[in-house]
């Protein structure tokens, strides 16, 4: 039988649904639903303990490798030279490393001198 005359003739035979009918399709069309989450919060706590069961033992092995390698001895860790054309060290006072390399290079481009040339001691921003 063709699906749009079966539904026409339905819609035309003016039968209606009861209120006791109308709430238990619609207890069971909530209920259904709420199936559903719970379906969902549970597959999402599984893998939620999976993972971090998977995190944990990676870092009891991180650890267990830090354990078995030789600390550096603080005797023998010396200063490590600064790279060819740099000015030495430079003391970041509350501020990020992107933000101290964009004031070095606009001051740099304001001076129009190469930054290999200048010498920057401390940046601290000010209040």
């Known amino acids: 039988m063709n699906p749009t005359l079966l539904a026409t003739q339905v819609a035309d035979s003016g039968t209606k649904m009861s209120a006791g ?3 238990i399709v619609a207890l069971v069309g909530y209920g259904v639903v ?3 989450i719970v ?8 893998s939620g303990s999976f993972f971090k069961k998977r995190d ?8 267990a490798e830090t354990k078995s390698t030789p600390a550096v001895a ?31 290079a606009i001051t740099a481009e304001k001076l129009q001198t190469p930054l290999n040339e ?5 940046i601290k921003e000010v209040e």
């Open 56 to 63: 944990a033992k990676l870092a009891a092995s991180k650890t």
């Open 74 to 104: 603080p005797a023998a860790a010396k200063e490590i030279p600064a790279a060819p054309g740099s000015a030495g060290n430079i003391k970041l006072n509350g501020i990020a490393d992107r933000d101290a390399a964009l004031i070095m």
């Open 118 to 122: 200048l010498r920057f001691i401390s």
């Open 34 to 36: 709420f199936l559903g």
């Open 21 to 23: 009918d109308a709430a």
């Open 39 to 46: 379906m969902l919060m549970v597959i999402l706590y599984i």
